[in-house]
């Protein structure tokens, strides 16, 4: 195994030693260094030792299933998790992805699959803010919000930036430390959470259609997979205490996609 100290790491749990030396293959054929873990403790071992960037995850495992290791691991890792399953079952799905699963792939899959997505999710672009200079902590709402003077006229639309910080309301985006904050609390974001809660907070008077968002957070080719933005935009009220009958952040334009509401005045 290489010591390429740049290489990204990819953590493969899967109990069947056919499927996981097809991974291994496929996934060192994209770059990766790989680890093998048979059952769900070796995997949730491995994550909290080696950091891994990316974890495949089979739904079947022989101790604990894999919707118990990706809950586990989740609080340990921002790590692309793509969850391995021969199970048809829809619920199984959405299961997966509302406790962090950034994909699902269905066995039998074939290694070009699994490559092509592994590297449009490694591609998806980032917000362009300009890097922040200091970080987050300690910043003070009033101090974030005072950056009017140097914004274009027609960027009316834009939210607040200030070093590197998209501000919104009560809601603060740290682009380059990948932070965000509500309240000046920080919010548990998965990696996709926070993909897509700052592209909203980006364009907050834009109208952010489905397609749009899967291309741009997921990458090309996921436009059928809608419902991948609605479970994760979901996912994401959950953690920003959304009223579903009474939204403060987030309204949906029925049959289009997503917006922000306007920042309230208290």
């Known amino acids: 195994m290489t010591s390429d100290p740049d290489a990204r790491v990819a953590l493969i749990i899967e109990d069947d030693a056919d499927v996981r030396q097809l991974l291994v293959m496929t996934l060192g054929m994209n770059g990766f260094i790989t680890l093998e873990a048979e059952n769900g403790r070796q995997g949730v071992a491995l994550v909290r030792e080696r950091r891994p960037d990316l974890v495949t995850l089979d739904l079947n495992l022989p101790d604990i299933d894999g919707v118990e290791v990706c809950r586990q691991i989740r609080p340990l890792t921002d790590a692309y998790v793509i969850m391995i399953t021969a199970r048809q079952d829809e619920i199984d799905r959405l299961i997966g992805l509302e406790i962090g699963a950034d994909d699902f792939v269905m ?151 997503y917006r922000m509401m306007p920042p309230s005045a208290d």
């Open 107 to 257: 066995k039998p899959f074939s290694p070009r699959e699994v490559g092509a997505r592994v590297n449009a999710m490694f591609r998806r672009p980032r917000s362009t803010v300009r890097s922040v200079s200091q970080p987050l902590v300690g910043v003070e709402p009033e101090a974030a919000t005072q950056a009017a003077s140097d914004r274009p006229a027609e960027a009316t639309a834009a939210p607040e930036q200030v070093e590197g910080l998209l501000v919104h309301g009560p809601i603060t985006i740290d682009t380059e430390g990948r932070i965000a904050m509500l309240d000046g609390v920080e919010l548990p974001l998965t990696r996709i959470e926070f993909d897509l809660l700052a592209t909203l907070v980006s364009g907050p008077r834009r109208v952010w259609q489905r397609e749009t968002l899967l291309s741009r957070i997921w990458g090309d080719g996921w436009v059928n997979d809608q419902h991948l933005v609605e479970v994760h935009i979901r996912n994401l009220r959950k953690k920003l205490g959304e009223d579903t009958k009474a939204p403060r952040f987030i309204r949906t334009v029925r049959g289009v996609g």
